[in-house]
């Protein structure tokens, strides 16, 4: 019974040492004999620079006015009698690690509003100037990004627009190739509704097929649609009224939502005059106004019958 309790407290110890070393080393100590070491000691600042004769520490303020972000950074500083005012430092090694505060997507950092790199790349420094506005504000240059179209046939430039980031290009028209059989259907190789880089985009075609229109006066006008396109996708002629709907050569409706134009077809387009929103809302207005008077109506007779049978 002994051994066992001696081999059971020789566990618990062990397992008490190597739970004291793994703590240790999660609190960033070598060993926990360390944590003894510097228990009630004063913890000394450490600066990732010499602190010149006659200068002092002082944080200092940094901004990044784009997106707003402020933090503070340990500079330097020491008075000048003579000229009554601060030589205030930034040391670069302090700088460096917050620079990654200072990176913003679409913008180069180009350096500190007053403040000037010292010619051995050091520090910054500003002018002789009042500790109180001892600050740096960042200062940048936006990015600008070139969007390319090209034509996806012959490839050939069609233009080049230049925009800053996360700004919208509008895309030119692309070339027409509806004669020799060819729809355009868009523009592939990247976003340029939102340009976060240089990008070259092509314009795509399908080939075509087409639909003879036939108009309310008769004539006849041919659209050239991508094959597999949607019919709902394909815009009729602007005629002097608004488009309403296809119908067949046999005088049917078609269901434009559920038509594929894998062929060629000849279709009647159907216009009419659209009914005013204003005239909508007016005749729903009026139309609860006169259900609401009919309820009353109806209620009141039934009251009064209700009243007369009961006198």
């Known amino acids: 019974m002994k051994i066992i309790t001696m081999l059971l407290v020789l566990v618990i110890a062990i397992m008490c040492v190597c739970g004291a070393f793994i703590l240790a080393d999660l609190n960033g100590y070598d060993s926990p004999f360390e944590v003894f070491g510097v228990a009630g000691a004063e913890e000394l600042p450490t600066y990732n620079f010499n602190l010149p004769a006659g200068y002092s520490t002082w944080d200092l303020t940094v901004s990044n006015t784009i997106n707003e972000i402020s933090f503070e950074v340990v500079g330097c500083y020491a008075f000048d009698r003579d000229k009554g005012a601060f030589n205030v430092r930034v040391y670069q090694s302090e700088l460096d690690r917050y620079m990654h505060y200072l990176q913003i997507g679409g913008y180069e950092f180009v350096g500190f509003n007053g403040w000037t790199l010292s010619t051995d790349g050091q520090y910054y420094q500003a002018d002789y100037i009042s500790i109180n506005s001892a600050a740096l504000s960042a200062l940048y240059t936006q990015n600008s990004y070139t969007v390319t179209f090209m034509d996806g046939k012959t490839n050939t430039l069609i233009q080049s627009l230049v925009t800053s980031y996360g700004s919208e290009v509008k895309a030119p028209n692309a070339p027409d190739y509806s004669a020799d059989g060819y729809v355009f259907t868009g523009w592939e190789g990247g976003d340029y509704t939102n340009v976060t880089r240089n990008i070259t985009v092509y314009s795509v075609y399908a080939p075509a097929r087409y639909i003879t229109c036939i108009m309310p006066d008769g004539s006849r006008v041919q659209i050239a649609a991508a094959q597999g396109s949607c019919l709902a996708d394909v815009a009729a002629p602007e005629y002097e009224s608004d488009f309403k709907y296809w119908r067949d050569t046999d005088g049917y409706k078609v269901d434009a939502a ?31 106004l006169a259900g609401a008077g009919l309820i009353i109506y109806i209620t009141v007779k039934i009251l009064k019958r209700k009243v007369s049978r009961t006198a």
């Open 258 to 288: 559920s038509v594929i134009v894998d062929y060629d077809m000849t279709l009647e387009a159907i216009y009419g005059s659209t009914f005013p929103g204003w005239a909508k809302t007016l005749l729903i207005a009026l139309a609860s």
